[in-house]
């Protein structure tokens, strides 16, 4: 029959109600005594002591020990039999409180570019299902919000059958697609089609921005793909009004007319000859000269 361990307390030379530092000072005295290089026949009585060390200077084994009291070292006894049916119970809570929660719901809100760029809240109708009625909820979406954003409402979803938290609500926002605008983090890109005389002359245009028309700059000369930027106008970086915003990027492109009058074709016509260029087909004969041509030639000689 093994024999019975001694209780720790005891082993040490100290009361139950030892604090940290008596347990560590007990446990050095009597090291120094019983260890095997000053003490060879105390080799039981040291390993003794460092047993009842190691628990009772463990919080969390200390307060195991002096509810239970001692687990034999082949992992059976009282103390193994105490921790596999607490190991049972935890577990039977974990599944009670599982079960006692209500399902989650789960609902997809659709919100425009400019919604999901400043935030709103934006009422939604929860359809009946299961233990849940329908009502009406709130949501709040919050500035610089992306496609795809799950926002999650604790104890929103269903109630509990047996009277336990009700489920979360997990809603999914989509952001619907802009005519004109597109998200690049936080900046805004749009095209912007400009005239060939505009390009060529330069203008004021306006243009249209989340915050409504702004007047742009074209300067002369602009070439088609060209990016313009208008600083803090694109997507808030936070909820606050103060927060620094995103750059709105403008490209321009140019448009090129398909169909021009008698007129407009001989000012381009006039252009081309003075900027030097050939326009037309090259395997057509040159114009033949009427009389006023052949006059201007005649002067000119």
Do not use: C
């Not at 050095?28 to 060879?40: G, I, S, T, Y």
């Not at 997809?108 to 709103?120: I, K, M, P, S, Y």
């Not at 037309?280 to 030639?297: E, F, H, T, V, Y």
């Amino acid at each position: 029959m093994a024999r019975r361990k001694r209780d720790y307390y005891t082993v040490l030379g100290i009361e139950r109600s030892a604090t940290e530092g008596d347990i560590k000072r007990a446990f050095r005295e009597l090291a120094r005594q019983h260890h095997p290089d000053v003490n060879p026949a105390g080799a039981e009585r040291f390993r003794e002591i460092n047993e009842a060390y190691s628990v009772l200077s463990d919080k969390d084994q200390r307060s195991r020990y002096d509810r239970w009291g001692h687990s034999d070292d082949s992992g059976g006894g009282f103390g193994a039999v105490v921790d596999a049916a607490q190991d049972v119970i935890n577990d039977l809570f974990r599944r009670r409180r599982a079960k006692q929660k209500g399902r989650d719901v789960r609902y997809t809100l659709e919100v425009t570019f400019e919604e999901a760029a400043f935030g709103a809240t934006k009422p939604i109708t929860i359809p009946p299902s299961g233990a849940l009625k329908e009502r009406q909820i709130n949501v709040v979406v919050p500035a610089s919000t992306k496609d795809g954003f799950v926002k999650t409402l604790g104890g929103e979803g269903e109630p509990s059958a047996v009277g336990g938290a009700a489920g979360d609500l997990h809603v999914t926002v989509r952001v619907a697609e802009h005519a004109a605008f597109k998200r690049d983090n936080f900046d805004v890109r749009s095209k912007h089609t400009v005239s060939f005389a505009q390009a060529a002359l330069g203008a004021i245009i306006d243009v249209e921005t989340l915050d409504g028309p702004v007047k742009m700059r074209v300067p002369e000369g602009t070439q088609p793909g060209r990016v313009f930027r208008i600083r803090g106008r694109g997507i808030p970086q936070a909820a606050s009004k103060q927060a620094p915003r995103g750059d709105h990027l403008v490209e321009v492109d140019v448009a090129v007319p398909t169909e021009l009058t008698a007129e407009q074709r001989a000012a381009v016509e006039a252009l081309a000859v003075a900027m030097g260029e050939r326009v037309g087909d090259p395997q057509l004969p040159a114009p033949k000269k009427g009389i006023l041509d052949r006059m201007r030639s005649l002067l000119d000689e």
